[in-house]
């Protein structure tokens, strides 16, 4: 299918509304699976941690990381020789092996191919994440004492790929799509994977879409990637995951530039051509869903402080339940607003051939002032339905990307503490001097 420039990653999230047995019953079983995934990554952690421990490895990268920083703060003319690179991998070919030799043994009830899975992203999440107050990497934070060891307190979403899993083409036009995948180990059967059909959400006239992309997916012309089954609200999804070849686009003129910048009393300001469109979006569903969410949330504050001593002193957690709906819901918004607004801005650029985007990214106390952070707002009270501007802005490269515009980002409004200080001049050096003077007098 070409390189990774050529190549199109996406979602499907399609909701699984039945399958061929009991679905209580394979819902269930479904959860106990996620929460053996949790226990697959918290494992794996556990057993990396204690075979760097048990080869002295901890030792190693803090009598590393002395010398190194040692060496960083040498100043550039007095270091000798070059900087050296750190002796311990993260983890070996011997170290993976004895790993998933001993979860095998602790989940024997899990099939391969998700064990394998889960590996991977445990392996990812300690190898590959960066540490959140350091610049080494956080596998070395570990291994050094410092902290920041991952451990997942909640179930995790079940991976799968092309290789337990199957879309099963109804036969006739009117039935739904159904989704097969193996997971666990039949019953007394230690070689052979017990498979399970899953009916999916595919009807009706809306999921149209969500059909032909199934149907792309099943014959071959998209290629299918590691997915996962998720579950939300008490509900459980596939999320499909795959690859498509782009279409090829005519070229654009990289010599015509557009801009596109947040306004204070219009959503965005959109200049294309010499013309600035002024009303692209008018913002009215910001400006509604956050007065709503913000009444919702103070009124089952108020509702809740007012309430009988039945419906309180059962933890934290049962009071402030609600609130994760609502924060929800506006994450879903900013995101799909951001979404339309960078398809709409490639499609306009697209028809006028500019092959060049300017975008003015907020930041700090001037995007606290923009529209979309402040549409909607109850003067009396306080909400924490802010704006993602960073979001917006990785949201117009990837789509300008897949359009073949060049996206050039100015933040706006941030403050530059490495500038260097205006030197004083002679004048102002005597001035201050007598200043100085006449106020000890």
Not at 127 to 138: E, F, L, V
Not at 375 to 396: C, E
Request: with cysteine.
């Amino acid at each position: 299918m070409g390189s990774k420039a050529e190549k199109t990653v996406r979602v499907i999230r399609v909701a699984v509304v039945g399958c061929d047995g009991d679905f209580a019953a394979e819902k269930k079983r479904l959860a106990d699976v996620a929460g053996s995934i949790q226990h697959v990554i918290n494992d794996y952690a556990a057993h990396w941690l204690r075979l760097h421990y048990a080869a002295g490895n901890h030792a190693i990268v803090r009598k590393w990381m002395e010398a190194d920083i040692a060496w960083i703060k040498t100043p550039k003319k007095e270091r000798k020789g070059k900087r050296v690179p750190c002796p311990v991998k993260p983890c070996s070919n011997e170290m993976s092996r004895e790993i998933y030799a001993a979860l095998r043994l602790d989940h024997f009830s899990l099939g391969a191919r998700p064990l394998t899975l889960a590996m991977q992203k445990a392996l990812k999440t300690l190898t590959c994440s960066a540490a959140t107050k350091s610049a080494y990497p956080r596998w070395m934070i570990i291994l050094s004492g410092r902290g920041e060891f991952p451990q997942s307190s909640r179930s995790m979403p079940i991976p799968f790929d092309k290789a337990n899993s199957r879309l099963i083409i109804p036969k006739d036009k009117g039935d739904s799509w159904q989704f097969e995948v193996k997971l666990e180990q039949k019953p007394g059967d230690a070689k052979g994977l017990r498979p399970i059909r899953w009916t999916l959400k595919t009807g009706g006239f809306r999921l149209a879409r969500i059909r032909n992309e199934l149907w792309k997916l099943a014959t071959g012309e998209w290629k299918f990637c590691g997915s996962y089954f998720v579950q939300r609200d008490g509900l459980w999804y596939v999320h499909v995951c795959y690859q498509k070849p782009r279409e090829k686009l005519a070229p654009l003129d990289k010599t015509k530039v557009a801009f596109l910048s947040a306004g204070k009393y219009l959503p965005v300001l959109f200049r294309i051509n010499g013309r600035t469109n002024w009303w692209m979006r008018r913002g009215n569903d910001v400006r509604h869903v956050r007065r709503q969410l913000t009444k919702q949330r103070f009124g089952k504050s108020e509702s809740y402080r007012n309430a009988s001593s039945a419906r309180k002193g059962h933890g934290r957690g049962v009071a402030c339940a609600w609130q994760e709906k609502l924060i929800r819901r506006w994450r879903d918004l900013v995101k799909t607003w951001n979404g339309q607004l960078a398809a709409e801005v490639a499609k306009r650029m697209r028809a006028s051939g500019v092959g060049r985007l300017v975008v003015y990214q907020p930041a700090g106390a001037w995007g606290d002032g923009r529209f979309l952070a402040m549409a909607g707002k109850v003067p009396t009270r306080r909400d924490p339905t802010g704006w993602d501007w960073y979001q917006m802005k990785s949201q117009l490269q990837r789509v300008c990307q897949e359009n073949g515009i060049d996206v050039v980002v100015r933040k706006v409004g941030e403050r530059d503490f490495s500038a260097k200080k205006r030197p004083q001049s002679k004048r102002s050096k005597r001035v201050a001097t007598k200043r100085v003077k006449a106020a000890s007098n």
